[in-house]
């Protein structure tokens, strides 16, 4: 146990010795259970991801004391579930519709919260995920602006399996163009396998989980969204 928390607290470390200046360590936790993401926010972490809502408010409860936490949802965000999201969670960085960010604004709204949102975007054919193209984006973008209760500030992508380095390399260049050519800040790209790659092309964000916390106990999906 002495070890396994000494591990955590090592690689944690060193992730950050290892990560440019400009680019913040999102600590996914999904998988695993509440005490690593206290002994992680003891260290000094503020910022976890989570992935699943009916696994992440149970935790948040546990964690309820650490209020210095800022909570990230990551996953396909289900319509139904907005609601618990918007009141749990600060940042979400997996708006890949039109409706969705839209619903998002409109419930930030009755709840009288603000939301910092990015937009999922798939640059590249990937069966297993959503998100806009940039056609899509560029079209939708004056609606997106106008929304009243949701911070845009960012783009967030996912490589798909099996791309060589030098392919996720661009692929990380393409989406850092687009948010710069949308004036949008943060670029949240990058996970355990490939942030140094994403951090070079401009991430802001490299969402870390696996790298992190070791191989994840609880049963969770792989990446779905
Ligand atoms: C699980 C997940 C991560 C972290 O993946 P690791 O390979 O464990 O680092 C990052 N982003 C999203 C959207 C995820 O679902």
């Not at 002994?39 to 910022?47: M, S, V």
């Not at 967030?156 to 399996?161: C, D, S």
Request: include cysteine; charge should be neutral.
């Amino acid at each position: 146990m002495a070890n396994e928390l000494q591990a955590r607290a090592e690689r944690w470390q060193s992730l950050r010795e290892q990560i440019p200046e400009g680019v913040k360590l999102l600590a996914v936790s999904k998988g695993h259970p509440a005490e690593p993401i206290r002994q992680l926010a003891e260290l000094g972490q503020i910022d976890f991801g989570e992935s699943r809502v009916q696994e992440a408010l149970p935790k948040q409860q546990q964690l309820a004391d650490l209020a210095q936490i800022r909570w990230h949802f990551i996953g396909r965000l289900q319509a139904n579930k907005v609601r618990a999201v918007v009141r749990a969670f600060a940042v979400i960085h997996s708006l890949d519709s039109l409706a969705l960010a839209q619903r998002v604004s409109r419930i930030a709204g009755e709840e009288g919260v603000a939301v910092e949102g990015f937009l999922q975007v798939k640059l590249r054919p990937d069966p297993s995920k959503g998100g806009w193209s940039e056609a899509e984006l560029l079209e939708g973008w004056d609606a997106l602006q106008a929304l009243p209760h949701l911070q845009l500030t960012g783009l967030m992508t996912m490589a798909p399996l099996g791309l060589l380095s030098q392919e996720r390399r661009d692929l990380f260049a393409e989406c850092r163009g687009l948010a710069d050519r949308l004036g949008l800040p943060q670029c949240s790209m990058g996970m355990s396998g490939d942030w140094q790659d994403a951090a070079e092309a401009g991430a802001t964000w490299v969402r870390v989980g696996s790298a992190l916390f070791g191989a994840r106990p609880m049963p969770a999906p792989s990446v779905t969204n």
